[in-house]
């Protein structure tokens, strides 16, 4: 157990349908990181949150959204599903402070989309 | 953001250390280097980061030269069990803004 909490594990919706994934980050943890990882695109990063903030944006569609909430605990919203969207999400947080750190990832949500 | 490079993919056997190098030309002076393990299905463990020189902890060790333009992680007698992806990534962490890029990783294979 990697601390990083991500629900649910699984997902199966429908085009056009939307989702919600959770991450709760490790204990301590302010950042709070998503990355896609589909077969044919490897990791991508979408977004980073730090203590409720955003920091970061990378390849987020416009579909997608993300919010960090005062107990830090980090929701990405998926809407509009498409085929393409089906694949591996995974949170990973970071501690916070000046100095740099590695990120401790979730197990990941499997979302499906048909 | 500096880019990697590294091998596709690699193979080794059982008890032979390995050793696989990442090119990043472009680092910046405030970049880390830092290294991950993947399994299939799970999310990338933390494995190492370093600066500069040299960084050893119970699992491997990270050698970065003085011009910092690559790094290669070591790892001493493998198994069966190291059979996962590695990625190298070059990048500012921590909450400024952060964010490691990952490259395409190197699939390692270890044989019987």
């Known amino acids: 157990d990697s601390g990083v909490t991500q629900t649910p594990k699984h997902l199966i919706t429908a085009t056009g349908q939307r989702v919600t994934l959770r991450c709760s980050p490790r204990?301590?943890?302010?950042?709070v990181y998503w990355y896609q990882q589909s077969l044919d695109q490897g990791l991508q990063f979408l977004i980073h949150?730090?203590?409720?903030?955003?920091?970061a944006k990378g390849n987020i569609l416009e579909r997608f959204s993300a919010q960090q909430f005062p107990d830090l605990h980090s929701e990405l919203n998926l809407s509009s599903l498409e085929l393409g969207d089906s694949a591996l999400y995974f949170c990973?947080?970071?501690?916070?402070?000046?100095?740099?750190?590695?990120?401790?990832f979730g197990s990941g949500t499997r979302l499906t989309v048909v | 953001l500096a880019k990697t490079t590294q091998p596709i993919s690699m193979d080794s056997y059982e008890g032979q250390e390995v050793n696989i190098t990442c090119s990043h030309n472009n680092i910046a002076t405030n970049d880390y280097i830092t290294w991950y393990q993947q399994f299939p299905s799970q999310g990338p463990r933390f494995i190492i980061q370093g600066y500069k020189t040299k960084v050893t902890n119970e699992v491997a060790s990270l050698f970065i030269p003085a011009d910092r333009k690559s790094s290669t992680l070591s790892l001493p007698r493998v198994s069966l069990s190291d059979t996962a992806v590695y990625y190298c990534l070059v990048g500012e962490t921590g909450n400024q803004g952060g964010k490691l890029i990952f490259g395409q990783g190197t699939e390692l294979s270890v044989k019987p």
């Open positions: 949150y730090y203590n409720g903030e955003e920091r």
């Open positions: 990973a947080s970071s501690a916070g402070g000046d100095r740099v750190y590695g990120y401790t």
């Open positions: 204990s301590g943890d302010l950042s």
